[in-house]
T-cell receptor, first 115, second 110 residues
Framework: DGGITQSPKYLFRKEGQNVTLSCEQNLNHDAMYWYRQDPGQGLRLIYY???????QKGDIAEGYSVSREKKESFPLTVTSAQKNPTAFYLC??????????????FGPGTRLTVL | RKEVEQDPGPFNVPEGATVAFNCTYS??????FFWYRQDCRKEPKLLMS???SGNEDGRFTAQLNRASQYISLLIRDSKLSDSATYLCVVRLNQGGKLIFGQGTELSVKP
C-alpha cells in the first residue's frame, strides 16, 4: 500500500538534545512538507521541499533543519535552539503535477515531548 | 489577522442536526480550497475540495464565495461518527503552500 510513514509515533527528549523525526513516502510524490500542530491550533508550516536537494523555510523554521537527499525521504531535526518543541509533528506530501486540487496526504504524525 | 479564520468551537449538536461551519481567508492569491477532517490525535484527512460552483458529497455541502473570500461546510443529518475537528484549508498559488485554519471542533451527541 502506498502512503507516508513517520517514526517514531511518540518521542521524548531532554532539553538541550537534538532529535530527528523520520518521514518516508512511497507515493512517488515530488513535494514534501513538515507541519507542527499545537493543542487547539491549526497546522503551521515548518519547512517544505518541492524537489530533491532543495527545500524552503516555512512560517516557523527557526530551531529546525531538514534535508532532502532522496525523493522518498524528508527527515526533520528539532534542534536545541527550538525553544518550545513539544508538539505534534506532521509530515505530508503531494504530487507536483500542477493540479491545484491535488490532495495533500499526511503521515500519522510524531508526538514530541520535551522533558 | 490570521490568513484563514474559522468559527471558534466547539459545536455540540444532537444526532440528526444540521450544522454549518464558516471560514474566511485573506490572501487573494489563494487558488484552491479544501475541508479536512481531523480525528483526535490523528492526522488530517481530506473531506472534500471546494469548487466555485459549490459541491455536494452525500450529507456534506461545500460552498465558496471568492468575492467575499468565504468558504462554508454544511453537514446534514449529523451522525455520531461526524464528531471531529474540521479544518478549513487554502492552497496558495506560490509553491502550493497550504494554509490551515485553527479548526472547529464538532461533537455530535446521541
Amino acid at each position: 500500500d502506498g502512503g507516508i510513514t513517520q517514526s517514531p509515533k511518540y518521542l521524548f527528549r531532554k532539553e538541550g538534545q537534538n532529535v530527528t523525526l523520520s518521514c518516508e513516502q512511497n507515493l512517488n510524490h515530488d513535494a514534501m512538507y513538515w507541519y507542527r500542530q499545537d493543542p487547539g491550533q491549526g497546522l503551521r508550516l515548518i519547512y517544505y521541499s518541492q524537489i530533491v536537494n532543495d527545500f524552503q523555510k516555512g512560517d516557523i523554521a527557526e530551531g529546525y533543519s531538514v534535508s532532502r537527499e532522496k525523493k522518498e525521504s524528508f527527515p526533520l531535526t528539532v534542534t536545541s535552539a527550538q525553544k518550545n518543541p513539544t508538539a505534534f509533528y506532521l509530515c505530508a506530501s503531494i504530487s507536483r503535477g500542477g493540479n491545484p486540487i491535488s490532495e495533500q496526504f499526511f503521515g500519522p504524525g510524531t508526538r514530541l515531548t520535551v522533558l | 489577522r490570521k490568513e484563514v479564520e474559522q468559527d471558534p468551537g466547539p459545536f455540540n449538536v444532537p444526532e440528526g442536526a444540521t450544522v454549518a461551519f464558516n471560514c474566511t481567508y485573506s490572501n487573494s492569491a489563494s487558488q484552491s480550497f479544501f475541508w479536512y477532517r481531523q480525528d483526535c490525535r490523528k492526522e488530517p484527512k481530506l473531506l472534500m475540495s471546494v469548487y466555485s460552483s459549490g459541491n455536494e458529497d452525500g450529507r456534506f455541502t461545500a460552498q465558496l464565495n471568492r468575492a467575499s473570500q468565504y468558504i462554508s461546510l454544511l453537514i446534514r443529518d449529523s451522525k455520531l461518527s461526524d464528531s471531529a475537528t474540521y479544518l478549513c484549508v487554502v492552497r496558495l498559488n506560490q509553491g502550493g503552500k497550504l494554509i490551515f485554519g485553527q479548526g472547529t471542533e464538532l461533537s455530535v451527541k446521541p
